[in-house]
């Protein structure tokens, strides 16, 4: 999941210096650490397990003809929880925004969980994308101001290890869940856990006042109520695009998709890092690459498990053992980017990135070629192809974000950030809306389902290719 780059990192003054013994779980920041770290467990539970069981959602309440807005609208309002979460705290304090992102979250949840229809259930992911945003925008900015310098990074750590367990256990614990009882305590079972982190988070929240930081555009984008108001008009383009591409009637897909890219690129120009959409090297190719690797296995993450059900007939607990291959062969990857990363370098990161990109290209084509025939080879194949494309993310992912911020110029981190995090949000919401589009078209087509879940996993293979000749573009050229 992304992590967001809101709001001020820099530690208040009375807590710039830390005794060499203290740790995160010192009595001053125990309880803060505690409830970070299950702030981000929750969602981190709700982002990788729900996908598991919201084809048996869809079919439930006859929402797979819109089972792409699931992850769409949650995405598009993700963005807006990030930056306006961000914008609050830099103007009343962490306290606020933090109880209305988590409001907003658990009454997502609850909405889903008594959703009577598919319309309910899109906005109630919709509220949970909102939260999702608010919250882990208000996590990174409680660690770069409530924490010592020393502490930051493992701090930082911790925070990033909590999704470790969700993405390794989730899909098949939310899956078993499902299956054994009702979908609908998938939903329910986050809202107790809501006032634990709450109780726990709060008093730490207290002393990270109004900064006034991030309202004047210091870091190198729009200013805070600029940026806002570009991101809400980015949902508004983007929305508006994937309506017209579900319409899929001329008289109301073309207005809508030119109405829709109008708004959406001069948007993406404004936030986006100058050259992003050009592929210009260095920082802004990498930024791009970031895009299409999330394109590339998140879109295909939203849409693996439905294939599992739909045209394997799994359960929701086995399409979550399938899914959990990706994750675990992730962590594999990553661990192996850590262990080259301190003799490659830039360039070795460089490398990495490409060679992660053509796992994807031979892991994503091998979950083609294996649904387009299902009936001739093993849903095993599926599986093995999912995993060959985690592997990949694993090598992609990290090796991406560090090029991309070493890059970036001093004071200008935090723009590079935000980037790096718009691209990753709207790419997944882009592909999400595109794949329920073609899955929608492939219905009213006459298609097999087989043939519209392989073409969806074909449009993540086509953005692995472009993913490996971006990737040879995250360096910029060295002068002289």
């Known amino acids: 999941m992304p992590e967001p780059a809101e709001g001020p990192t820099t530690a208040p003054p009375d807590s710039a210096e830390a005794a060499p013994t203290e740790t995160v779980l010192s009595p001053r920041h125990r309880a803060l650490t505690i409830g970070l770290t299950l702030s981000v467990t929750v969602v981190a539970f709700l982002w990788l397990g729900v996908t598991t069981v919201l084809p048996k959602v869809a079919s ?6 819109l089972f792409g807005w699931a992850f769409t609208g949650f995405m598009l309002a993700n963005m807006v929880g990030t930056v306006l979460a961000g914008r609050l705290a830099d103007r009343t304090g962490a306290v606020r925004p933090y109880l209305i992102a988590f409001a907003v979250f658990t009454a997502g949840c609850a909405a889903a969980a008594v959703a009577p229809n598919w319309p309910v259930l899109l906005a109630a992911r919709a509220a949970q994308g909102f939260g999702v945003g608010g919250v882990l925008t208000l996590v990174y900015l409680s660690v770069g101001r409530a924490y010592p310098e020393r502490l930051r990074a493992k701090m930082l750590a911790l925070v990033a290890s909590c999704w470790t367990l969700p993405a390794l256990i989730g899909p098949v614990l939310l899956g078993r869940l499902a299956d054994s009882t009702d979908w609908r305590i998938v939903f329910a079972v986050f809202i107790p856990a809501v006032p634990i982190a709450a109780v726990l988070t709060l008093p ?9 930081a991030g ?5 190198g984008g729009p200013s805070g109520g600029g940026r806002l108001w570009a991101t809400l008009a980015l949902a508004v383009g983007v929305g508006a695009l994937m309506a017209g591409l579900d ?3 001329p008289l109301y897909l073309v207005p809508l998709v030119l109405v829709g890219l109008a708004i959406t690129i001069p948007v993406l120009r404004r936030l986006l890092p100058p050259g992003t959409l050009r592929l210009r090297r260095g920082l ?6 970031r895009g299409l690797v999330s394109v590339a296995y998140y879109g295909s993450e939203a849409f693996f498990p439905l294939t599992m059900t739909t045209v394997y007939g799994l359960s929701s607990t086995q399409a979550g053992l399938a899914l ?3 994750a675990i062969t992730w962590v594999g990857g990553a661990w192996l980017q850590a262990r080259f990363d301190e003799r490659g370098g830039d360039r070795g990161r460089r490398m990495r990135v490409m060679a992660g990109f053509v796992l994807l290209v031979a892991g994503l084509g091998l979950l083609v070629a294996t649904v387009a025939v ?9 599986a093995v192809g999912w995993g060959v494309g985690g592997l990949g993310m694993g090598l992609v992912y990290p090796s991406v974000t560090t090029l991309a911020l070493g890059q970036a110029k001093a004071g200008e981190e935090g723009a590079a950030s935000a980037g790096l995090q718009l691209s990753e949000t709207l790419s997944v919401a882009l592909m999400t809306g595109l794949s329920g589009a073609v899955l929608a078209f492939g219905v009213s087509a006459g298609w097999e389902e087989a043939t519209s ?3 969806v996993f074909g449009i993540a293979v086509l953005a692995s290719l472009a993913g490996i000749g971006t990737g040879a573009r995250t360096l910029a050229a060295k002068a002289g």
């Open 324 to 326: 959990a291959v990706g």
């Open 247 to 249: 319409a899929r009637e």
């Open 60 to 65: 439930d309440l006859d929402g797979l003809s």
């Open 215 to 219: 309202a004047d555009g210091a870091d």
């Open 204 to 212: 730490g929240l207290r002393g990270l006042g109004p900064s006034g």
């Open 374 to 382: 299902h009936p001739a080879l093993p849903v095993a194949l599926a």
């Open 284 to 289: 802004p190719s990498a930024v791009a690459v």
């Open 453 to 455: 879940f392989a073409a």
